[in-house]
């Protein structure tokens, strides 16, 4: 399939090293706004923001990924992908190619998941299935995946789709992930039990192990953390306790903590190395007073809070909170991004 458009090639400035970030030198981390559907680009070594028009008007983007030199941004209804690629600098300034690739109509986009410098795999809820991107050419092939996948996860070789299983907006029972090689001919899926309902997202961690985060019913307070053996293909352990319709999760290296954000609760904490929630509902990090809606970590261990603030204070332009590395999440800055921002990622200009 061919794009269906191609913006112009824009100029994005420099990074200076103004907060002597040098690990974090040539970062940017990228901020989804669902209500004016675009991309907010932040640069981890000064904090300047620059935000870009993704130019589809059925967008609905909630998620994104990064990797390397490029976002990758499902855009919901609009039945296609968003992504911006970052190019060689020259002359204290960095070329970025915005443009939006076309999916199977009716298809949706939700969750997805960069699996190297051509290949972008996109959960479609509402056809039950999963799309292989080339991010460079638009070709796509579609794969049965189960019911209402929302997020997508590559480790190795294997795809891992997370499916919440909903019946309209109820879960429909216990979610589960299908899992695939994404390499070979024709794959042969198989499936991975999960314990909680509304599987929604999910991150692999620095030990290798996929961490499925699973919202559960609206006003039921019962969310829940799997985690998932990628070799074995088995759920290995399941903590309860995170409380109402927890979101995105970022692994931050200090100590192993997986930090989940919640709108209700702010920042929850999960200590990996022991498999227990250290930070729960009702001690959560509140950047601002405000619940988390997403998150984001630098290569220096800062933490970017997207605040949630919407829909309660719609037509507002939206906050992302840089906060000093766990434990101690002090502020550094608040910055302004786009309308009903809802999460994060990072990738890297060359």
């Not at 911006?84 to 949706?108: E, K």
């Amino acid at each position: 399939m061919r794009r269906l458009c191609l913006l112009s090639l824009a100029l994005t400035a420099a990074c200076s090293d103004a907060l002597e970030q040098t690990s974090s030198a040539g970062q940017v981390i990228g901020v989804v706004n669902a209500s004016d559907r675009t991309l907010s680009v932040i640069s981890a070594t000064d904090l300047t923001v620059s935000t870009r028009d993704w130019q589809s008007g059925g967008a609905s983007p909630r998620t994104i990924d990064g990797r390397g030199h490029v976002f990758v941004v499902p855009l919901g209804a609009a039945d296609a992908v968003g992504v911006s690629r970052f190019f060689t600098c020259l002359g204290g300034a960095c070329a970025r190619s915005d443009y939006v690739l076309p999916l199977a109509p009716g298809s949706g986009a939700t969750g997805a998941a960069i699996q190297d410098d051509s290949i972008a795999w996109i959960a479609n809820p509402n056809l039950n299935s999963v799309t292989r991107l080339n991010y460079l050419s638009g070709d796509t092939a579609s794969i049965a995946a189960g019911v209402y996948p929302q997020a997508v996860a590559i480790i190795g070789t294997r795809v891992f789709v997370v499916n919440s299983n909903l019946l309209g907006a109820t879960p429909a029972g216990p979610s589960w992930l299908t899992s695939f090689d994404c390499c070979t001919t024709i794959p042969t899926p198989d499936s991975i039990a999960l314990t909680g309902v509304n599987a929604r997202f999910t991150v692999v961690g620095d030990d290798s192990l996929l961490y499925v985060i699973e919202s559960g019913h609206a006003g039921a307070a019962d969310g829940k953390l799997s985690i998932i053996d990628p070799v074995t293909r088995t759920e290995i352990a399941v903590l309860n306790g995170l409380g109402e319709s927890p979101g995105a999760a970022a692994f931050h290296p200090a100590g192993g903590r997986l930090l989940v954000a919640s709108a209700a609760e702010g920042i929850l904490e999960v200590n990996t190395s022991i498999r227990a929630i250290t930070r729960g509902p009702g001690d959560g990090v509140k950047p601002g007073h405000f619940g988390v809606s997403g998150l984001a970590i630098d290569p220096g261990g800062r933490v970017y809070a997207v605040a949630a603030t919407c829909p309660e204070f719609a037509g507002l332009r939206g906050t992302v909170h840089v906060l000093t590395a766990p434990p101690d999440y002090h502020e550094i800055r608040s910055l302004t991004v786009g309308m009903c921002p809802t999460t994060a990622a990072v990738a890297v200009t060359p």
